[in-house]
């Protein structure tokens, strides 16, 4: 950080046109603010005549915010925060690496700064200790010596017993159908007379426990399949611990992908199987999926990925904590213990939206003594799992540092791979406000694979955006199909391009499988019959 400051400061100290830029928009932005302020309490003054916050911030929604001198402290803020914006970028001669960090940071410090983290300086939190006679300042302490002993107990959000894993969250009804050592296969239940003959299989990420895609019964994407007329499999991670350090990356394509599908070819044989791959199972099943066609294995019906990344070269502010210095650090780390530990991985997403994971939560439950209602998406998001050393740091190195997947250089079993290779139909996803796989970074599959890609945007972020259920409302995406022989459309006008519809999703994702999927036919068999001692879903691994 030091080196990325230094880098930007000396540019900017040997720019004096930027400097003067910089200057002048200061200047004018505070001439704006002083004539806003002495026009404050005149009757057809606006509360944001100088600045508005943008969409997505609410950390200043609500009437009070919009009184003086309150709103003119906000618009203060509002005004240095793209000052400092604009000032950290557009430098001539700055790395764009470091020019991210410089941004990034001055961000992060500005967010912690933010009026509304303040009881004196926050409206809402002044009227609620007015009208509670400062109650709201007791509950508040009380939140924060509740959260710190559940930090200090490493208990979870679930253990209140709200969401319990298989009672009322991950309760689809189906049944382990394989387990090895890293995997559970687990085989939904038909909810259906008939079903479409070819199956669905779900790799989720290891990141996380599977079931974000199998939550409450009103947002289970697995309900809603079988309830389509799906076969569905779903693979659930063994969560790994000091004894898995030397798992492999490549383990993960041949325990979870690989074994899953034989599992299933054996369960329906000679049926084309519809991979869903989210997140980072998303980026392991195009591995898997090139390595198949390069070895004339045709299984594949087609290929789903939901916010997964192929090519790293603009992955996202994620990309800030992984460097070389960064991963090898990381690697001394994780040597000793075997793995990355849960926390670590969960502090840098909160970084990344620090806003809302963070400092608007300690204005709420700490400044306004009030308890978020938990859910069972923060709850799934609590119930976090490791990473075993090797896979990480081959994970990191050759995927996010090296890009050799994007590159034609990545290995599997000796040989190198292509994602060019993949010729199957594809139904790729991205989400509009993504942190962890940025859509454009999505977008890239499309000058990658040489197949049929429909590509979807939708509202939403990395897990709220893909957990999107019909009935709930406020969502909407933006969908095109792109021929394996059309001509390639940029990001920009393919935003111009696509038609945007109102709701969820889901349906327009059940159609295009349906459409791939042929005739309803009998259910299968549930396993094989011939295998006791394995559970009913959600199994024995997502307890782990």
């Known amino acids: 950080m030091s080196l990325a400051w230094l880098d930007w400061s000396s540019h900017l100290a040997a720019a004096p046109q930027r400097q003067m830029e910089i200057s002048r928009n200061i ?39 919009e009184t003086p001198p309150f709103n003119l402290l906000a618009q203060a803020f509002l005004l240095a ?27 992060q410090l500005l967010d912690m700064l933010a009026p509304s983290n303040f009881a004196a300086t926050n409206p809402k939190v002044l009227e609620k200790a007015f009208q509670s006679g400062g109650e709201n300042f007791v509950f508040g302490w009380q939140n924060w010596c509740s959260d710190l002993m559940r930090l200090l107990s490493n208990s979870k959000l679930a253990d209140d017993g709200q969401f319990v894993v ?18 559970e296969l687990i085989q939904y239940y038909p909810t259906t007379a008939q079903v479409r003959p070819e199956p669905i299989l779900i790799v989720p990420a290891w990141i996380m426990k599977y079931y974000i895609l199998d939550l409450s019964p009103h947002n289970s994407l697995i309900k809603y399949l079988t309830g389509q007329g799906f076969t569905v499999f779903a693979i659930s991670w063994r969560n790994p611990d000091a004894r898995d350090r030397d798992l492999a990356f490549d383990d993960y394509r041949r325990l979870g992908v690989m074994a899953a599908l034989d599992m ?29 066609e390069r070895d004339g294995d045709n299984r594949f019906g087609s290929v789903t990925l939901l916010a997964a990344q192929t090519d790293f070269t603009e992955a996202g ?21 075997g793995y990355l530990d849960t926390t670590q991985m969960a502090g840098a997403f909160q970084l990344l939206r620090s806003n809302e994971l963070i400092w608007s939560r300690l204005s709420h439950d700490y400044l306004m003594g009030e308890s978020a209602s ?42 190198s791979i292509s994602l060019s290779d993949i010729h199957v139909p594809m139904f790729v996803v991205g989400t509009l406000a993504d942190h962890v796989a940025p859509w454009r970074s999505v977008y890239k599959i499309h000058y990658q694979v040489d197949a049929d890609v429909t590509f979807l945007l939708t509202s939403g972020g990395h897990n709220a955006g893909v957990v999107a259920p019909p009935e709930e409302p406020g ?49 299968p068999q549930i396993g094989l019959g011939g295998a006791p001692g394995l559970p009913d879903a959600p199994g024995d691994y997502v307890h782990t």
């Open 475 to 523: 969502h909407s995406y933006q969908v095109l199909t792109k021929a394996a022989d059309a001509p390639y459309v940029g990001a920009d006008e393919w935003l111009k391009l696509a038609p945007r519809v109102e709701g969820s999703w889901w349906p327009e994702w059940a159609k295009w499988l349906a459409a791939r999927s042929g005739a309803p036919c009998d259910p």
């Open 166 to 183: 298989g009672k009322t969250v991950a309760v689809s009804p189906g049944k382990v159908v394989y387990r090895n050592e890293l995997i």
């Open 374 to 415: 938990p859910s069972d998406l923060m709850a799934w998001n609590a119930d976090a799992t490791r990473l075993p050393y090797r896979m990480h740091s081959e994970y990191l190195r050759k995927l996010f540092l090296d890009n050799d997947l994007a590159g034609g250089r990545y290995l599997v079993g000796g040989r």
């Open 317 to 337: 502010e994620l990309t800030l904590f992984i460097n070389e210095s960064q991963v090898a650090f990381l690697e001394d780390m994780m040597w000793q213990r």
């Open 27 to 65: 200047l004018r932005d505070s001439g704006r603010l002083v004539e806003a302020a002495a026009h404050a309490m005149s009757p057809g003054q606006k509360p944001w005549a100088v600045i508005a916050p943008q969409q997505r911030d609410r950390r200043f929604s609500g009437s009070q915010w």
């Open 264 to 292: 299933i070819g054996l369960i329906m044989p000679g049926r084309k199987t519809h991979a869903l791959g989210y997140c980072l199972g998303g980026t392991l099943l195009s591995i898997a999926a090139a390595a198949m």
């Open 81 to 107: 925060e793209r000052w400092w914006r604009d000032a950290a970028t557009g430098v001539r001669g700055v790395s764009h690496a470091n020019e991210a960090i410089v941004e990034f940071s001055m961000r």
